[in-house]
């Protein structure tokens, strides 16, 4: 049984930092493509940023250059370093394991999915 459980969200202020932790079992991590997604309220989940098997990333395009994927297989862990945090970027942030060992930023080619972790960023 696969299992994703985030950590790391929290209340931060604009332009602060956060690290958000996902922390995977149940699947071989080191060959899979992981994926961070967010939904702010009323909105659809959007793709945040992506990695694949080896390490390389893809981010959207409102995040590019603030928000920094990374990952380590001996943790099985994949992480979301968020600096210069923005009020429009609060939401509840999303974990999935992808159906392979690339990155995507299609919903529809990730089976498993965190419960989420929530971030408020204020004013």
């Known amino acids: 049984q696969v299992r994703l459980v985030e950590s790391g969200g929290g209340l931060v202020q604009a332009g602060g930092s956060l690290r958000l932790s996902c922390t995977a079992s149940?699947?071989?991590?080191?060959?899979?493509?992981m994926g961070w997604f967010r939904r702010a309220p009323g909105q659809e989940r959007e793709f945040v940023a992506t990695?694949?098997?080896?390490?390389?990333?893809w981010y959207a395009d409102s995040v590019k250059g603030r928000f920094t994927i990374s990952r380590d297989n001996a943790k099985s862990t994949v992480y979301l370093q968020m600096n210069s945090l923005k009020p429009e970027d609060t939401a509840v942030y999303y974990c999935?394991?992808?159906?392979?060992?690339?990155?995507?930023?299609?919903?529809?080619?990730?089976?498993?999915w965190g419960q989420g972790t929530q971030v408020t960023v204020s004013s």
């Open positions: 990695i694949n098997w080896s390490g390389g990333s």
């Open positions: 149940g699947l071989t991590f080191s060959s899979t493509g």
């Open positions: 999935a394991a992808a159906n392979g060992r690339h990155y995507s930023a299609v919903k529809s080619n990730y089976p498993y």
